[in-house]
Each structure stands twice: as C-alpha cells, then as structure tokens.
C-alpha cells in the first residue's frame, strides 16, 4: 500500500496527520521495553477522563456467543453483536491468501470480508469478487463486476452482502449487483444516483445502501427493482468510506457525511426522526468534517453513533430522543456489548462507556505516533471488536492488539504481515483480517 493510498483512505482532502509487554494472543511475546522513561503524546492530550462514580463498578459482560457467519460488513443488519465467542486462547496464522488489487492511489479497499456457510467473499480494490474456502483459502470462484468503460475509472471500493444464497455488491460505479454465490452467475444489476463506497445491508428481502451522494436506496432483493430513496444534504468535505445502514425492528438508521442521522420506516423510507452529530467548539479543519464514518449500532431499544467531529450519541430508537452524549468521536465503529459501549477515538483513546447513560468506565491510550518523541510517522488504529473476553484493535503498521474490556489493560501484541485498516471478520473459531495489501489472513 503506497502512503499517497493510506492519506486518501483518511481523508479526501489530505488531512492524513489527523488520525491518527504481555504474552501475545494471537501468536509470540511483545518484546522488553527499551529502558527509559516513556510519556504518552495522547496522556497529554486526551480530554475524555473514567468517571469517579464507576469506579466501584464492576464491568459485566453477556455470555460469549458463537458467530457461525459473518455475512455482512458490521457482522450483522442491526450491527449489535454483543460478545462473540472463541474457544481457542491462543490462536495462530493458520493460511493467508491474496483476494486481488490491493489498495492503491485511486482504488480502495474499504469494507470487510463476508463469511456465510463455509465460505469467504471479498471484494478487491478493482471491483472483483471472489469465493475462497474459509477451512483452506482456497479460491472457488471469482467475478470481474467492472466493465471495460468502468475500469478506465476511479473506481475508489465497495462492498458486500449476503442472505439466502446470494451476494449483494455495491459498486463505486454507481451500480448494485446481486450474484449467485454458488455459481457466481449474475442475477441483476442496478444502476443508482451516485457510486458507493460503504457495503450494503440486507434484511428481509430488502437491500439497502447509500451512495456518496448521501442518498438511502432500498432495493427488492429478488429483483433489483428501486422501493424507495431518501435524500440527505450534499456535504462538500468528507472521508472516503462510508457508514452501512444498521436496520433492525422495521427502522433503517442511515448515517450521512454530514454528520446528519435519519431513522427511516424500512417499508416506505418515511423519516421518523432525524439528529445532527456535530460537536460544538471544534475550529479545525480536520475535526469540523462532521462525517459519520463509523457504523450506526441499532442495540435493542437504543441507537449509537459516533461523528468525526467528536460527539458520540445515544438515542432512543422510537422517538429520537437523545439519552446521552459524550463529547469524544472518531472515525471507527463502536461495539455494544451488554450494559458496556467500546469506543475508538481520533485521539487513539479506547474507551469504555455505560450503555444506559454514556459515562466512561475506563480510558485507554493507545500509541500515536511510531516516533513519539519527534511526534513523527501518526498511527491510524482501527476497531474495536470483541471476542473470547479481549477487544482486538489493529493499526496500519501491521500490528494487533489485545485489550481486556473490563479494566483496558493491554494483554497482548502481535503482528500480521500487513496494514490493518479494517477490523477482522469473525466466523466459527476464527479471525479473517483483511489487510490493505489484499492478502485476506486466518488465525485459528
């Protein structure tokens, strides 16, 4: 992956700078610390501080639950997937595989790997879908979706879906495409308003998916043909990426680069209510993009959002009331897991909130930047996800963290052969990182 390709996965308009010793769970011990004293960049800069009255509190999280598949990008519709189980205490590379074209000057990946029966799709960063086997990496098939007119064009990522035996792609040639995943034979294309950069989700017979333009489009799943569209305000500053719709309980939540969110009927579209995640006193160019990049998490009865301008929210899914907000944000997706939100912050802080009122519990800082006395070469961090009692962050130098969800204490450190910039998939036993290199890695 070129530098010129991580800055444009950051931002569009160059802002890269911006974002930002145990034994190892996934694999060797984290070498001995050099000897000196070593201050935090991020200590000195984080405003978010634990709340006193949670410090007799105890954090409990639901049992761990196996996820069979993974079938779409946030795991599931409503992105609530609480604690996913892993048996092993260990794991280990078990097969790496390239899925194609990596991410590069114009063309990006963007969207996690599926998973669903036995098999893993991706999507490369030149618009080609390809089937491997999730117990060996061994390629099944695979499918040029770019015509000959499209691949002479920025074709900047997508992503992928599955229900019922097929795949659903969103393209950055404005197109959505269902494909068979047994044959890999195309079932329909349709063509929408603008290209797309984040996954589409879908549930019950309905595809839903959002375009750069800030337009929801629902989809029939069984014909491509166009049910409803909502429109939100243009934004002319954005990231590149964009933020799945969750749905769950017949509402879609859709996520705009305004920092705008719209709770929508999944029938019809009709607005039910709508907020706006843009933080107050935030001057800098960088923190005034109001982007919500991240996934919108539908838990239950409660909605949770984080904006790049530095507020997270949460609101009641039936009537938009706003329960809580935290003035910290960030880019990443946050993970709900019982009574506990974890949060990845643009200042790099992994954070742990009270689900019911949005108190912090614990702040971790994770580091910054590879150099941090010169302040030099900043780390971009991506995650949480939270497996087998750890929360598993990775960073674009290659190397993956585990961080205990009850205290944040760091437990491990391991390194992969290639930036992460996506959170792993899960499925059965195992993690699936996909690293912007395009080499799609197992750990068992």
């Known amino acids: 992956m070129t530098s010129r390709a991580l800055k444009s996965l950051v931002c569009v308009m160059g802002l890269s700078t911006f974002l930002a010793g145990c034994s190892g769970w996934l694999g060797e011990d984290e070498a001995p610390p050099l000897p000196g004293e070593r201050i935090s960049v991020l200590a000195l800069q984080s405003t978010v501080q634990p709340d006193l009255d949670l410090s007799d509190q105890r954090v409990i999280l639901p049992e761990p639950e196996p996820m069979v598949d993974w079938p779409q990008n946030?795991?599931?519709?409503?992105?609530?997937?609480?604690?996913?189980?892993?048996?092993?205490?260990?794991?280990?590379?078990?097969?790496?595989?390239?899925?194609?074209?990596?991410?590069?000057?114009?063309?990006?990946?963007?969207?996690?790997?599926?998973?669903?029966?036995?098999?893993?799709?991706?999507?490369?960063?030149?618009?080609?879908?390809?089937?491997?086997?999730?117990?060996?990496?061994?390629?099944?098939?695979?499918?040029?979706?770019?015509?000959?007119?499209?691949?002479?064009?920025?074709?900047?990522?997508?992503?992928?879906?599955?229900?019922?035996?097929?795949?659903?792609?969103?393209?950055?040639?404005?197109?959505?495409?269902?494909?068979?995943?047994?044959?890999?034979?195309?079932?329909?294309?349709?063509?929408?308003?603008?290209?797309?950069?984040?996954?589409?989700?879908?549930?019950?017979?309905?595809?839903?998916?959002?375009?750069?333009?800030?337009?929801?489009?629902a989809l029939n799943a069984r014909t491509g043909e166009t049910l409803w569209s909502h429109r939100g305000a243009s934004e002319g500053a954005s990231f590149i990426g964009g933020a799945s719709p969750a749905v769950d309980q017949g509402v879609v939540i859709s996520a705009y680069s305004t920092g705008e969110l719209y709770a929508l009927r999944v029938e019809n579209g009709q607005v039910i209510w709508s907020d706006a995640l843009a933080s107050a006193g935030r001057t800098d160019a960088v923190s005034a993009i109001a982007d919500i990049r991240g996934l919108p998490v539908i838990d239950n009865d409660l909605v949770v959002a984080t904006s790049n301008s530095g507020l997270t929210v949460g609101i009641d899914l039936r009537t938009g009331y706003r329960v809580w907000e935290l003035e910290a944000g960030g880019i990443q997706s946050p993970w709900v897991a019982g009574d506990y939100i974890y949060i990845l912050t643009n200042t790099n802080d992994l954070i742990a909130l009270r689900r019911k009122t949005g108190q912090v519990k614990w702040v971790t800082v994770l580091p910054r930047f590879v150099d941090p006395e010169d302040q030099d070469e900043p780390i971009v961090w991506t995650g949480p996800v939270l497996v087998g009692d750890r929360l598993i962050v990775g960073n674009e130098q290659g190397e993956v963290m585990t961080v205990s969800p009850y205290s944040g204490e760091i437990i491990g450190k391991d390194e992969v052969s290639g930036p992460i910039t996506l959170p792993p998939s899960v499925a059965g036993d195992s993690l699936y990182f996909l690293t912007a290199d395009a080499d799609l890695i197992a750990y068992r």
């Open 74 to 217: 946030g795991g599931l519709a409503s992105h609530a997937l609480g604690h996913v189980a892993i048996d092993n205490d260990i794991m280990e590379q078990d097969w790496s595989v390239s899925i194609g074209d990596g991410s590069m000057d114009d063309n990006l990946l963007l969207n996690q790997a599926i998973v669903a029966r036995g098999v893993i799709f991706t999507i490369d960063a030149s618009a080609e879908v390809r089937a491997f086997a999730a117990t060996s990496g061994k390629e099944i098939w695979s499918l040029e979706l770019a015509s000959d007119e499209d691949e002479d064009s920025t074709l900047l990522g997508g992503g992928l879906a599955y229900e019922k035996g097929v795949i659903y792609a969103t393209t950055g040639f404005a197109e959505v495409i269902a494909i068979d995943a047994a044959s890999a034979t195309v079932l329909w294309r349709q063509q929408v308003s603008a290209p797309m950069r984040s996954a589409p989700t879908v549930r019950g017979g309905r595809v839903f998916a959002i375009t750069i333009d800030n337009q929801t489009v």
